[in-house]
């Protein structure tokens, strides 16, 4: 079958051939409709995670839509080594597979995967939101960001924030924001995050760290919630002790490893039932499997939109 290959440690993945999956006990194969692409994906290739060491030959890919053979379509991330998701067959654990409902395209399905669960499980799961509470959510430009202020919506927030930079600030807009603060422009951040939510934030979600957390931890209300989930701005920050302390902050972070497998199923399924009513929406970069060499230098390169891989 055609994939996409990694020879070795750090390599671009190349389009070659390789040995089809095949059917075992607990395992089905299934065709590929649609592979979303992560900034994940180049890490695992990097053998830089710990809970998926690359053992090359192998197949690049960690998340995607497949149709198995009896017509239903599943979501799943993290086939069984040495195959990946950037292929045209791709063995599915029967037990990790998360139904996809016919009424929802195959290419939002994958990319509310990795990007749409972290949101949904950091405002519900880990952050409690109430309905409406106000919600700021740090980095809201990117794709999961953008799929955060829909979640946030969908889960009743009474207002959204979202902080970006740039032309990222209007994608935040469309996707529901109330209001916006622009993080280019550092010394207006702190004054932004007052005039954007006077009455100061409930659930903070915080896709960037670094230098942008003690301005968010500021704005917090008592009893808030901050819930770290990425750090593209920096893996360090350096806040205040009497931020927590004086606000009863609880700070909590939220990933998908050590997340119940049962907890992930859950999620998945609401924000299925909300895309197939229309609630959740995404620019996406369609690209094909034989293009996965120039794909991968576009996602390392920070691509503008989310990348979708098809057949």
Known sequence: MRAAVIRRSGATPALDQFADPQPSPGVSVGTLLAA???????????????????????????????????????????PPTPYGTLAELVPVRDSVGFPVPAGVDPDLAAALGVAGQVGWLALDY????????????????????????????????????????????????????????????DQGIDAGLAAAAPGGYDVIVDFLWGGHAPYAMNHANVAARYVQVGNSAGPTSVISAAAIRNKLLTLVGQGTVGTPA????????????????GKFTLDLEQTRLDDISQTWELLKSGAPRKIVVTP
């Open 262 to 277: 049962e907890v992930r199923r859950s999620a998945y399924a609401q924000l299925m039932r909300h895309a197939a009513d």
């Open 126 to 185: 880990r952050g409690h939101l109430q309905t409406g509470e106000t919600v700021l959510i740090l980095g809201a430009g990117g794709a999961a960001g953008q799929l955060a202020v829909q979640s946030a919506r969908v889960l009743g927030a009474g207002r959204v924030v979202g902080a970006a930079r740039g032309k990222a600030l209007g994608q935040a807009i469309d996707r529901g924001a109330d209001a916006v603060v622009d993080l280019a422009d």
């Open 36 to 78: 979303a692409l992560n900034p994940l994906d180049v890490l695992i290739v990097n053998d830089q995670l710990p809970f998926r060491r690359l053992q090359p030959p192998c197949i690049a890919g960690y998340e995607g839509v497949v149709q198995l053979g009896d017509g239903t379509r599943c979501y799943l991330a993290g």
